[in-house]
Structure formats: structure tokens, C-alpha cells
DNA sequence: CCAACGTACATGATGCGTCATTCATTCCAG
DNA sequence: CTGGAATGAATGACGCATCATGTACGTTGG
């Protein structure tokens, strides 16, 4: 670690921007999401991904891989979720682990409410602003550190 | 609110993409930086802003007016960091509601020890994996969205 | 002067995220 | 089968972020 690569001048400016950017975005989203529907981004996304499964109910660690939460957090989660009426579960008859989540009525109503106003914030403040070709490229971009995180998973596993 | 306009394909897949890339990534950053330092990245973000101005020492004001971040999160975190030895306060004479934050000692080292292998995570992690003209883009990209996003906060203040 | 307003900052409550640990069930080698 | 490893999931503790509110100091118009 000696003799470190420092970033130069503008990976610095890239860098920050970035950072600042991406709080103040989320920091939007979230805001305008809980100010209209009373959900968290998190809530969000795990609505949406129960949403879209043609069963209507997902496995826990189903949920896992596909918002590639960390596993507690997503116990925690649906925990707070269930709490609050958004989603239930099922029994799993095929494996005495584990239960099946699934939305129930007020939360597939709760989302269907919040999307739009959600994904109007998300023209606004975001696509708007943006070429087409910078969409593209940000979708590359994030499809290749993803890629890059994964790969460097393996090797410490 | 009616009738919204929802993402297309390719929207959709560059946002999604995007979510997952940053939450991954900075998940990463995060647990390096504890694991290495014991540091969280917001603790990092402040160490580094005050080791780089000249005085040594900033007004909470002025720390939050460079880190964008909500004024009681800077309080608590300040609280905690000053708990911790990171950071001090001096007493500010011309304006008797603050106090001037300083790093101590323990704060410059602890950040001197800390930048090489942040540095070098967010290098290896994600910079090394992509090309000086999307380094470019996503600086570009992130100013204009961040200029949007300033701009449209004016409207509604 | 001083009342009213604005600014700088702190605090308590609450929900969120991570880590470490625990527990039950399932899988599988022998 | 059976005992140990692996898998699916819950939980408690703790630090972090936000909101609403409180407070002390500063500033300014009358």
C-alpha cells in the first residue's frame, strides 16, 4: 500500500460528483416518496419486486438474490413491512424453513399508488436531464463495475 | 398524474443497473473502510474535507454547506466523531453559536492511515473498470444532474 | 434600545442497515 | 438411518439518517 495510485484531478472531480450526486438524488427520491405514499425506497423496491412475479409471492432468499440485499436486512425489512400490512406470507409446504412473502391487497394498492409519482420523479430529476446516449452509457458503465464487483467476490470467497 | 410516462426497456434497465452498481459498490467501500480503519465513509467524507482546508478547522455551517448534507445529520455525526478523539472543537470568538471543528492528532492520522487503501479500493473496484471516456461522461453526466437538481429546489423554495 | 426575525447548532424519537449470533430444517456421506 | 455440514431465516445490539423541535445568539427596523 505504499506509493499509493492517487486518482488524478479529474477521476477526483468524477469521483465527487458522483458521490454528491447520487446523496442528493436518493436523498430526493426518498423524500418525495415518503412525503406521497408513505413508503421508503426500500419499501419500494421490494413492493415492485413482489409486483412482478406472475406467483405473487416470493421466498425470502428468492427476494435476496434479486435486490442482492445483505440477508438481515431484507429479515428486517419484511418484518417492518409486515408489521405494517404491505406484505404477509404463506406457509411453504415444501420446506419447513422458510415462508413464502406476499403483497397483500392494502400493499399491492400502496404501490400502484406510489409508482407513478415515483417514476415522474425519477423523469425529472434524473432522465430528464439526460441524453439518450448518456443513458446508454450509464447502463454499460453500471452493467461493467457490477460485472467487475461480482468477479472480485468470487476471489475473496 | 395520470396516464404517467413509464421507462421504457432501456430506462428501466439502466436505472435498475444503476441502483444495484451503487449500492453494491459503496456497501464495498464501506466494509473496507471499517474492516481497514474503523471508519464509516461518512467519517471518512468529513475527515478528508477538513484535512484539506488551510485553517484546519471549519464551522459546522461550512462543513455542511461542502458535504450537502442535512444539518442534524452533520450534528450527530460531529457529536459522535468528537466522542471518538477524531475531531475537536475550538472555541470561535466572533460568532458565540459555534465553535470551529478541527481534526485532533488522532483524526490525521487515523485519515492519513486510511486514504491509501480506500483510495485503492475505489481504484481496483471501480475507476480500473472503465475507460478515461466514461470516467469523463459519468463526471459530466453527474454535474448535470446535480445542477438540475439545485436548480429545482430553487422552484420549490 | 428592543422586539421580532433569522441563523447556527443541539437533541430526542424513530426507522433503517450491519454485524454477530442463533435456530430450525434440509441435505448428504458413510 | 444418523450425525455433521449446509441452507433459510430471525433476532439483539449498535451506529447511522431523518424529522420535528428547541435554544441560544445575532441582526435589524422602528
Given at each position: 500500500m505504499d506509493n499509493p495510485r492517487w486518482l488524478d484531478e479529474s477521476e477526483q472531480r468524477a469521483w465527487r460528483s458522483y458521490l454528491q450526486m447520487h446523496g442528493q438524488l436518493l436523498a430526493r427520491l426518498n423524500r418525495q416518496l415518503q412525503a406521497d405514499s408513505g413508503l421508503s425506497l426500500a419499501d419500494y423496491e421490494v413492493l415492485v419486486t413482489l409486483s412482478e412475479v406472475p406467483a405473487g409471492h416470493l421466498r425470502p432468499f428468492e427476494l435476496q438474490r434479486v435486490l442482492q440485499w445483505e440477508q438481515s436486512r431484507l429479515s428486517h425489512q419484511l418484518r417492518r413491512m409486515e408489521h405494517r400490512g404491505l406484505v404477509g406470507r404463506e406457509g411453504c409446504t415444501d420446506d419447513g424453513r422458510g415462508a413464502f412473502i406476499a403483497l397483500t391487497d392494502a400493499g399491492r394498492r400502496t404501490i400502484e399508488a406510489a409508482a407513478p409519482g415515483h417514476v415522474d420523479a425519477v423523469r425529472r430529476l434524473?432522465?430528464?436531464?439526460?441524453t439518450r446516449d448518456q443513458i446508454t452509457m450509464l447502463g454499460q458503465l453500471s452493467a461493467q463495475v457490477l460485472d467487475r464487483l461480482d468477479a472480485s467476490t468470487d476471489v475473496v470467497t
Amino acid at each position: 500500500m505504499d506509493n499509493p495510485r492517487w486518482l488524478d484531478e479529474s477521476e477526483q472531480r468524477a469521483w465527487r460528483s458522483y458521490l454528491q450526486m447520487h446523496g442528493q438524488l436518493l436523498a430526493r427520491l426518498n423524500r418525495q416518496l415518503q412525503a406521497d405514499s408513505g413508503l421508503s425506497l426500500a419499501d419500494y423496491e421490494v413492493l415492485v419486486t413482489l409486483s412482478e412475479v406472475p406467483a405473487g409471492h416470493l421466498r425470502p432468499f428468492e427476494l435476496q438474490r434479486v435486490l442482492q440485499w445483505e440477508q438481515s436486512r431484507l429479515s428486517h425489512q419484511l418484518r417492518r413491512m409486515e408489521h405494517r400490512g404491505l406484505v404477509g406470507r404463506e406457509g411453504c409446504t415444501d420446506d419447513g424453513r422458510g415462508a413464502f412473502i406476499a403483497l397483500t391487497d392494502a400493499g399491492r394498492r400502496t404501490i400502484e399508488a406510489a409508482a407513478p409519482g415515483h417514476v415522474d420523479a425519477v423523469r425529472r430529476l434524473f432522465f430528464d436531464g439526460l441524453t439518450r446516449d448518456q443513458i446508454t452509457m450509464l447502463g454499460q458503465l453500471s452493467a461493467q463495475v457490477l460485472d467487475r464487483l461480482d468477479a472480485s467476490t468470487d476471489v475473496v470467497t
